[in-house]
């Protein structure tokens, strides 16, 4: 049939659209169990990047005791009870920005080391959906170039984003449960739209179409990168979802851009 091209199905209402983000992950993970041999050529750079970022939280959580009384020194006088709340708080403050730089930070290198292996997966998928309307030529030293500033600039937004949230995490109550929400609505936008750098870059779009093709569906952008951070703060779950990471966000790229990300029943194309 050759009349117009079915656009992807809208997803209406906020709730359903972010568990349409989480399933985007979900497929991604079945596009890795259908694909092993490539995808586990992703699971390299980010076994790299993860023995860093992993010796550095290890870090922080041995010095997290006098990190804490470190800022708190109004407290040295106070007796045992309110000195150790008020530090425990600090201290899961500090825990609470350290994740989050460590699963932004862990991203970004890891597109940066992997970035031909998780071009070739994103590239990949989006075979199997049809191939990438409107293309372009991308030399692989621009592709690098792109990476390592967008992984830069995902690594700044991180830090000033983390800074009011550590500072957040004081206040009691509040810093114990608005925050690692927050905290998480805030990552996980991050890494959507780092992750869907690949795709983007495919097309000759830029940081800027990134974000605001996004925001235009600002709910399965968040269902998906919040389902992936989620993900990298379990022990080796950012290693093991990480190829799977790059995969969805080929589906979501496709999906805000409006094209298709179904596979027909024959020949692996895409539906109409």
């Not at 290198?109 to 199997?128: A, C, N, Q």
């Not at 905290?183 to 870059?201: K, M, N, T």
Request: with cysteine; charged share 15%; proline share 6%.
């Amino acid at each position: 049939m050759n009349g117009p091209r079915t656009l992807a199905a809208p997803v209406t209402g906020a709730t359903r659209s972010f568990f349409g983000g989480v399933g985007l992950l979900v497929r991604g993970l079945g596009l890795y169990v259908r694909s092993p041999g490539l995808m586990l050529l992703g699971v390299v750079p980010a076994l790299l990047s993860a023995a860093l970022f992993v010796t550095a939280f290890a870090t922080l959580v041995y010095f997290v005791d006098e990190l804490a009384a470190w800022v708190t020194p109004f407290a040295d006088d106070w007796s045992d009870t309110p000195r150790s709340l008020v530090r425990v708080i600090a201290g899961l403050a500090f825990l609470g920005l350290g994740g989050l730089l460590t699963v932004v930070g862990f991203t970004a290198v890891t597109l940066v080391i992997g970035d031909p292996f998780y071009e070739k997966i994103s590239e990949r998928v989006e075979d199997r959906l049809g191939g990438t309307p409107g293309a372009v030529e991308v030399p692989f030293g621009a592709s690098l170039r792109r990476s390592i500033v967008d992984s830069l600039r995902l690594v700044g937004l991180s830090v000033l984003f983390g800074i009011p949230l550590f500072a957040a995490g004081f206040i009691p109550v509040v810093g114990q449960t608005v925050v690692p929400v927050v905290g998480a609505a805030v990552g996980g936008w991050l890494l959507a739209v780092e992750l869907v750098g690949a795709p983007f870059s495919r097309r000759g779009l830029r940081l800027p179409d990134r974000r605001a093709r996004l925001k235009a569906d600002r709910a399965t952008s968040l269902g998906f990168g919040v389902a992936v951070f989620l993900c990298f703060l379990i022990p080796l779950g950012a290693v093991l979802v990480m190829p799977a990471a790059v995969a969805g966000a080929a589906l979501l790229a496709r999906r805000s851009l409006g094209q298709h990300i179904e596979e027909s029943r024959a020949g692996g194309r895409p539906t109409a």
